[in-house]
């Protein structure tokens, strides 16, 4: 992780190392938020359409920064169904910074587009 203004964070501010993963094929491991305030989407078959990922869940209420939050949009035609477990995303990931328009914080700035999801059990 990096230090990073979550308000005024620009591309610039991103190590270059995460930065250069942009357009890159991925496998990034962790859990699938599903709460009160983050909900994964689905589609009319009970299958993923996006989510958000995190290495592992807060279990002490507290806040984490944008940089620990990837954003996962499953490609159109895949299957991905939901899972409590540990998982690994396979995708392509993109770097930008995405803000709440309503607050201006940083929402998230890694961005996956997923071929597939598995377990790790």
Known sequence: MFDMDQY???MDDIPKKWRDL???EVVITGE???DDFWTPRYDGNDQLT???LVYSLPHSGRVRPAQQFVDCNVVKGVKVEYSDDIVQVFGTIHIRIDKNT???VIKSIYHVDVVDVKPIN
Do not use: L, M, P, Y
């Open 50 to 52: 996006s989510f958000q």
């Open 8 to 10: 005024n964070v620009t």
């Open 22 to 24: 942009d357009g890159q």
């Open 102 to 104: 309503r607050t201006g």
């Open 32 to 34: 699938i938020i599903k």
